[in-house]
C-alpha cells in the first residue's frame, strides 16, 4: 500500500508538472502572438484582383463555410465544393476566412482600382502621355505629367465633359513648370463718350399790344416760343372792324433761347435758335484682383438700385436689388507658365428715361455692354476688348407749311434739331503669376517724416482763451511757492 501510494503521487507530481509545462507553452505562444505586429497577416496568401472583375479560388479541401470582412469591396460564393467565386468591387484589401472539416485557410484579397473609360480614352488620344485618372464620388483627379500646355489643357476639358456632376482636379505636371498658383488680374476700364448736337430755328411774334391791333406768333412748336398773358383792351366803339383803343398784355418766357430780338418800334421780336455743342467723357476704373487657379472673382465699381418684386396671393411686395456700373468676373487657369483665362467685362449705366412705373415706383433700365471671351496668355503678356460700340444718331426737322416753301425767306419758317452720339468702351487685361512674400520680402510702409500733430503740453492752449487741457486758464506762476 505504502509502495503504490508512493507511485501515486510521483505518477500526480508528473501529472502537474507536465501540465505546468503545456501552460507555460501555451502562454509563451499567447505572448509572442501578442507581441507580432498588426502586419502579420501579410503572411497570408494574397489574391490580387481588379475592381469589376472575377477569379475562381480552388482549394484542395472541401468548403463547409466561408468569411469576408467587407463585402462591399468583394464578395465570394461557393460554387463547387472545392471551388470560390470571388467578385471585386471597389479599390481596397480585404479577409477571405475558408473553413473545412478539418482544416481552415485565410487570403488577404487585394483589389486594386482598374482602368477606367476615361482613362483608356486620355491613353488613346495622347498615346505616350503620363495621365491617371483617379475617381471619387465628387471629383475626377487628374494626375502624372504631361509634355506641353495643349495636352494639360485638352485633357482637362475632355475630363469636365466628361461628367456634368463631378468636379476635375487637374494636377497635371509640366516640364519646367511655375509653383504660382495665383494668378494677378490687371485691368484698366475706359469709355469714350462722344456728343454733338446742333439745333436752328425760329420763333416770330407781335407784343401783346399787337402791330395795327394784331397780336400774332409764329413757331415750329419745336423749340420754345414765348406766350401771351393778362391780355385786356378797349375799342372805341362795340361795332365790328372798330379800332383798339388802349391794350395791355404781357409776355410768358419759358426759355429765351439763345438769341432774342425784339423791336419796341414796330412791336416785333424774334427767338432764335442756334446751337452747336460737343461732350467728351472719359471714365476710367483700375481694379487689381487676384484668384486661385481654377477659381473665380469678380470686381464691382458701381452700386445697386432697388426693384420691388410682387410676390404671392397675398401680393406682398419685397425689395431686389439689381447691380450696375463697372463689373469683371474672371476665371483662370494656370498651365505651366500660360495663362488661360475665362474674362467677362460688362458696363452699365441707369437709363430712367426708358424706365417704367410700377405701383408708384418708378424703375430704370440698364443701358449694358458686355463681353464674354476666353484668350491664353504668359505672365506679363496683355490683351485688349475694343469695339464695344454704341452709336446713335437722331435728327428731327419741323416747318411751317407753305410758308418754309418761300424762296430765299422760307428756311426762316423751319426748324431742325440734329443730335449724334458715340460710346466706345475699351478693357486692357494684363495677366501676371505671383507667389506670397516671405516675412523679410516684405516692403516697409511709407511714412510721413513730419509729425500729424505738434508737440504741446495740452490741447485747451490752441483755443482762444489760452485754456488748458480741460479748458481752463494757464496756472500763473506763483513766487512765494504757495498753492493758490
Not at 470582412?69 to 465544393?81: M, R, S
Not at 463697372?326 to 430712367?352: C, M, Q, Y
Request: aromatic fraction near 6%; hydrophobic fraction near 40%.
Amino acid at each position: 500500500m505504502g509502495i503504490r501510494s508512493i507511485r501515486n503521487s510521483s505518477l500526480r507530481r508528473g501529472a502537474s508538472a507536465c501540465l505546468a509545462a503545456l501552460f507555460s507553452i501555451a502562454g509563451a505562444r499567447t505572448a509572442t502572438a501578442a507581441q507580432q505586429p498588426d502586419g502579420a497577416s501579410a503572411g497570408f496568401e494574397k489574391i490580387h484582383l481588379t475592381a469589376g472583375r472575377s477569379t475562381v479560388l480552388a482549394t484542395d479541401f472541401d468548403v463547409l463555410r466561408i468569411a469576408v470582412t467587407n463585402p462591399a469591396v468583394a464578395d465570394a460564393t461557393v460554387v463547387q465544393p472545392r471551388e470560390i467565386l470571388i467578385d471585386g468591387k471597389t479599390p481596397g484589401t480585404i479577409s477571405l476566412i475558408i473553413w473545412g472539416s478539418a482544416r481552415r485557410g485565410q487570403y488577404d484579397l487585394v483589389i486594386e482600382p482598374g482602368v477606367t473609360t476615361l482613362q483608356q480614352q486620355l491613353q488613346g488620344l495622347f498615346p505616350g502621355e503620363n495621365i491617371q485618372v483617379g475617381i471619387s464620388d465628387e471629383a475626377i483627379v487628374l494626375s502624372g505629367s504631361v509634355s506641353s500646355n495643349q495636352v494639360m489643357l485638352r485633357a482637362g476639358e475632355i475630363a469636365t465633359a466628361s461628367s456634368s456632376k463631378l468636379k476635375v482636379i487637374n494636377l497635371l505636371q509640366l516640364p519646367g513648370g511655375s509653383e504660382s498658383q495665383q494668378v494677378l488680374l490687371q485691368v484698366r476700364f475706359a469709355e469714350v463718350n462722344r456728343r454733338a448736337i446742333k439745333e436752328l430755328g425760329a420763333s416770330w411774334f407781335t407784343s401783346p399790344t399787337g402791330v395795327n391791333n394784331t397780336i400774332g406768333r409764329l413757331t415750329t412748336q419745336q423749340f420754345a416760343a414765348p406766350g401771351f398773358d393778362k391780355l385786356q383792351y378797349t375799342k372805341d366803339s362795340g361795332s365790328f372792324g372798330s379800332d383798339v383803343k388802349s391794350a395791355s398784355g404781357e409776355f410768358t418766357f419759358s426759355d429765351f433761347l439763345n438769341l432774342f430780338l425784339f423791336s419796341e418800334k414796330l412791336d416785333l421780336g424774334a427767338m432764335i435758335r442756334a446751337l452747336q455743342s460737343k461732350g467728351y467723357l472719359q471714365s476710367l476704373a483700375e481694379p487689381n484682383l487676384i484668384a486661385y487657379n481654377g477659381q473665380s472673382a469678380s470686381f464691382l465699381a458701381g452700386g445697386e438700385f432697388p426693384v420691388p418684386v410682387v410676390q404671392g396671393l397675398s401680393n406682398s411686395v419685397s425689395i431686389l436689388f439689381k447691380e450696375f456700373g463697372i463689373k469683371l468676373n474672371f476665371t483662370p487657369t494656370i498651365a505651366g507658365d500660360t495663362i488661360r483665362l475665362k474674362v467677362r467685362p460688362e458696363v452699365s449705366s441707369l437709363d430712367f428715361a426708358n424706365g417704367i412705373t410700377l405701383a408708384g415706383f418708378r424703375i430704370p433700365s440698364l443701358i449694358t455692354r458686355r463681353a464674354d471671351t476666353d484668350v491664353e496668355l504668359r505672365d506679363g503678356q496683355s490683351f485688349a476688348i475694343a469695339g464695344l460700340l454704341n452709336n446713335l444718331s437722331q435728327d428731327d426737322t419741323a416747318a411751317v407749311p407753305i410758308l418754309s416753301s418761300l424762296p430765299i425767306i422760307g428756311p426762316l419758317f423751319k426748324s431742325k434739331a440734329e443730335r449724334a452720339e458715340r460710346t466706345e468702351l475699351m478693357v486692357l487685361i494684363t495677366p501676371r503669376l505671383v507667389r506670397p512674400l516671405n516675412p523679410d520680402e516684405v516692403p516697409p510702409l511709407p511714412n510721413q517724416m513730419k509729425k500729424f500733430l505738434p508737440a504741446i503740453d495740452g490741447i485747451g492752449q490752441e483755443l482762444s482763451g489760452n485754456g488748458g487741457p480741460i479748458d481752463a486758464p494757464a496756472k500763473k506762476p506763483n513766487p512765494t511757492g504757495r498753492v493758490r
